[in-house]
């Protein structure tokens, strides 16, 4: 479902060619690492890099560089002047049954990357049925940021361990789907998972060692999450 | 015993860098779910226009708009205090382009009745309704005839404008422009709807001068005459929908003999002649 993202400005300067490109600016919300959240750019990176690779329905974004070093943009979706809101819990039996294919693909990549606060960090639409949109964004609390020590959270991942407790569409996902997902996960080649964790540069504090330790980790766990999901089915199903 | 109501007043920013808010909707939880009044909400039904005429980037907007209106629907819905707050707190911290304010408190004493009757007069003292201009009037009752006819859940159906370039017999390349249109049909539902594709444009007759409309018109005529000569629609798939035909527009639409149809948006019979061009067999 590809999505519109919102155009700040369209700048006079044009550049030559036979579809006349013109400069224009996009939004985009800054985030940095902090205490809180010291491996937000990275997380947010190889997020976006895997599910882009899966193709999961998640906000695109970019790194972009500020004062205080790399940073992550996520991209806005939307019209000028009003952005969409963020996903109410009472909305979320209608988004998993308007957006059923997408809503169980975020249910397994939130597991996959440890993602446990999904909450209501989705874009959606209802009401402009000539333009469906669901993006999750948000993926600061996956992958590294799992637990606040990173070699915590790569053992965490690699351990099989659900890590994700409450989801907004446990409990509202066709199991059928969430299988189709899980098999896609479990049989992405071992390379492409490494591809996009391993960026080949210490991003910020994370080390290169970091990042071919959490590859090791991902591909060990997309082999059990057909298992770990099972485990799990009562929660995560839904039911007639 | 008096009972507070916890409020919170939204409003819409249309310039970050300025940061000049204007009321919007006011939030409350009270008794175990939340409140809400928001601008242009009329129970399940949106009057677009109420927020389209806030400024040009809220007019590009509206369909956003929309689902806010979905959401402060939903809001009704949370019963949790805590969900409540937290998705406050989420509308005051994100600069989402509406923003929740400070909190407020009123007494809900004797004077006010009910939580609905003080949401009601907060309403009414904290959001300013804007000036609705016939325009705007017409876009509304487009939209709400539109939604009667229900093409637009059709998939076929386009509500923003399509230019189409059709050759006629003559090889001559010619643009048709259409407002909105209903083409082509899936192959599933032919036999129970038209594949034949139908072209709307609209004339808004309330609050132009005379010479506007002769322009409009005069479009108009080029347009479908050029949209039936190149094969592209048939006559009686050609739809001007105008609002409030008075007696003095009728000399003037009696041009469209022949070429369109016009239809009053106003007239409550529309929806069902255009549902009748969409599914003839119906």
Redesign the interface.
Known sequence: MPANYKIRSIRKKSFPGVTAPVSCSLDAILKFDSAESPFCVYSELVALRLAQTLHIPVASGVLTVTGSGEAYASLEL?????????L????YVTAASHYAEEAAALVVFDIFIGNWDRG?NIKA???????PIFQGFDHEHGLLGVESDPMKSIEKLGRQELIVQHHPFYGHVSWKLVAKWVERISKTDDAMIRECCELKRPLRTVTIDMQRNLAEALCKRKLHLSQLISNNMMKIKSWP | MALSLRFHVVQ?V?DPVLAEGRNVAVLAYYGGRGHYRALGMDGYRLISSHFKSL?P??R??V?????????FR??A??REVE?FD??IA?LAA?????VATSEGVVELTEGYGDVSGALDYLFKRLVRLPKITPALEFEDQLEATFNQTEI??G?NF???PVEVEMVAENDRKTVITLEFSHLFTAEFARQFVTDVPIGFNTLVLQGSTAKSLDRQIARNITIFKNAVLTGFLQPDRCVLLCGRIEEKHREMLAQLSGIATVMDVFDQSTPSKIRKLVWPHS
Request: negative net charge.
């Open positions: 939307g019209a000028p002047g009003l952005r969409l809101p963020d109410l819990s009472p909305q209501s639409t209802f009401v402009t049925p000539h333009l | 819409y249309d400024s980037k809220a590009d907007s369909w956003v708009y929309r689902e806010w209106a979905e959401w939903s809001l819905n949370v969900q937290k998705a989420r994100h600069n989402s382009g509406l637009l859940y998939g386009l509500d923003e």
